[in-house]
Each structure stands twice: as structure tokens, then as C-alpha cells.
């Protein structure tokens, strides 16, 4: 009988710590079942003290968040859905808690007490407390936290990070919930695409079939690129520079080098000189008066002439050192 004292006293220690994992584990159970039919958890002060109370030997993710317009936290209320997104699925594909794991959130207007405690002068901001017993557990018992410095997060981009900080276990994936409102718009700009095709068929047709249309509109392409544009738009040079007179240059010197202006003048003499090739092959032979043709060949043939002598003109300035030129320039 006088054992009996000494052997209570030996069992206290074993008593309390099977009391404090009792406590942790019907904690887990209490959010966990919250979660099964609301998730995230909506905590307030209280509920959020308790769930981040230690010893635990389960992990919690809560964000911290003012959701509300008088908080002016636009970032609060583009990443609400996709907190939703993430905490849903994982409750989802882990309805028996094998991951250990619980999802909350609390609110600047429910916590506020909370946020004065921890010292948030921003939001959102997510905490992710470590297990501190039990398979997996940390011995620091403080939150890991994400900043949302580099904007807005995705879900699956927020699971990475929760699955690299949590123990070995289940990790359920990220399950969007089907979007109606952009099926129904992708499914009304098919059919109308299809019913404006059917009905404009007739018209549409013999213009995509024009084998002229297609010509111009390669030739265009061609005299546009041929004469530097894509240079410009990668070195984004200016549309003209200042001759150092008070004066405007439209062409510099250097293959290394141009204007904005200079590509146009370019693609326009390029234009003139494929117009009036083609005039003098396809146009001409077909003329029945033969005083008309031959006006039109010398007309065209000194368009190409003139046309020429001012593209070498323009090409010397480029590179000083060419020799050729041809009259008037």
C-alpha cells in the first residue's frame, strides 16, 4: 500500500503528456471536421490561438487576409479565389486527414487582435505552422511565412510551396472547378463564327480566292520587311535624328544604323521600282496601240531609271566608300 503514492507519482508525467496528445489529436479533428463542410476554416481570435496552440501534431496553413472594400486590399480579394481553390481541393482528396493538415482563414475583421499581436502592418500573408510532435515534427514550433512580394499567387504555385514545407505524406493535387461562364462564351463565339460564315460565304469566298489579292498582300509584306522594319522594331530607333545644324536627318550613316523614316522612304522606292516592273511585264503587252505601248515603255523605263539612281544615291549615304552612281543623282 505505501507503494501506491510513489507509483502515481511516476505515472503523472506519462498522464499528462498522453492528456496533451489527446488535446492535439481532438483539435485536429475538430477543424478537420469544419473543414469537410466549409473549407478554408473561418477562424476568429479565439479559435485561431487555439488551432496554432502547441504541442500539435499537425500542420495549419492560415492566411491572413482584409477582404473587405473599406481595407483597400486589392490583392486580398484577387487571391481569395484561388485560396478557396487550393484549400478545397486538399479537403477534397483528403477526406480522412491523412495529410494532417488544416487549412483556415482570418480575417482583419475577426482577428484583429491577432494582427496587432504578430505586428501585421500588410495583408495577405500566409502562415504555415510545423507539427511539433508526432512523425514529422520541427522542433522551432514558429510559423513559416510567405509574403506575397512578387504578386498575385496561383493555387498550384501555393501547393508547391505548402507541400516543400510539410512532413512526408498524402498531398492532394489542385482540382479547378469547371468554368460555365467561359464555356458558354467559347461555345457562342464558335457557333457565331460558324453562322457569320455561312452566311457570308458567297461574298467571302471568291475575295479569298482572288489570286491579285493575295499578290498584293505578299508583295506588301515582302518590300516591309525587305526595307528594315523588324530592325526597327528590335533595336527601337528613333523615327528621325538631327543633323547637328538645326536641321532633320533621314538616313545615317552605317550598316549598323537607322531611322524610322529611312525604312519608309526605303519600302516606298522599292514599291515604285516592283509596280513598274510589273507594269512593263504584265501591263504593257497587253496595250493595242502600239504609239501607246511604246510611250509607256519609255514612261516606266525612266521611272525605273530615276528610281534606281536615287536608291544608289540613298545607299552612299550609307556607305561612303560606294563609287557608283547614276544621273541625276
Excluded at 522542433?139 to 510567405?146: F, G, L, T
Excluded at 489579292?213 to 516591309?224: D, F, K, N, P, V
Excluded at 497587253?286 to 501607246?292: D, I, V
Aim: proline letters at 6%.
Amino acid at each position: 500500500m505505501k507503494l501506491l503514492p510513489f507509483l502515481s507519482l511516476a505515472l503523472l508525467p506519462l498522464s499528462a503528456l498522453a492528456a496533451k496528445k489527446g488535446s492535439s489529436s481532438s483539435t485536429f479533428e475538430k477543424f478537420h471536421s469544419k473543414a469537410l463542410s466549409t473549407s478554408p476554416t473561418k477562424l476568429n481570435d479565439a479559435l485561431y490561438d487555439e488551432l496554432t496552440t502547441t504541442p500539435r501534431d499537425y500542420s495549419a496553413v492560415i492566411l491572413l487576409t482584409a477582404t473587405e472594400a473599406k481595407f483597400g486590399c486589392q490583392l486580398c480579394r484577387d487571391f481569395q479565389p484561388e485560396w478557396d481553390i487550393i484549400s478545397r481541393s486538399w479537403i477534397k482528396g483528403d477526406k480522412k486527414g491523412e495529410s494532417r493538415t488544416v487549412f483556415g482563414t482570418l480575417d482583419f475583421t475577426d482577428g484583429k487582435g491577432t494582427f496587432q499581436k504578430l505586428m501585421l502592418q500588410t495583408a495577405p500573408i500566409i502562415l504555415l505552422f510545423p507539427p511539433t510532435t508526432g512523425p514529422g515534427a520541427k522542433v522551432d514550433a514558429s510559423p513559416i511565412r510567405y509574403d506575397f512580394t512578387a504578386g498575385l499567387l496561383k493555387a498550384e504555385q501555393l501547393h508547391s510551396w505548402v507541400s516543400r514545407h510539410l512532413p512526408e505524406g498524402a498531398r492532394p493535387g489542385i482540382v479547378r472547378p469547371f468554368n460555365y461562364v467561359r464555356f458558354a462564351a467559347v461555345t457562342t463565339m464558335v457557333l457565331g463564327g460558324i453562322s457569320f460564315f455561312s452566311l457570308t460565304a458567297p461574298y467571302l469566298l471568291p475575295l479569298i480566292q482572288n489570286r491579285n489579292l493575295w499578290a498584293a498582300i505578299s508583295l506588301l509584306i515582302i518590300l516591309l520587311f525587305t526595307s528594315g522594319h523588324m530592325f526597327n522594331h528590335i533595336r527601337k530607333v528613333p523615327y528621325v535624328s538631327g543633323d547637328g545644324k538645326g536641321g532633320i536627318s533621314y538616313f545615317v550613316g552605317g550598316f549598323s544604323n537607322q531611322l524610322g523614316l529611312e525604312t519608309q522612304i526605303v519600302a516606298a522606292i522599292y514599291g515604285v521600282l516592283s509596280f513598274a516592273t510589273i507594269a512593263l511585264a504584265l501591263k504593257v503587252p497587253r496595250m493595242t496601240s502600239a504609239s501607246q505601248q511604246q510611250v509607256a515603255v519609255f514612261a516606266w523605263s525612266a521611272v525605273m531609271f530615276g528610281m534606281y539612281g536615287f536608291l544608289m544615291s540613298c545607299f552612299k549615304i550609307k556607305n561612303g566608300g560606294y563609287p557608283f552612281h547614276l544621273p541625276p543623282f
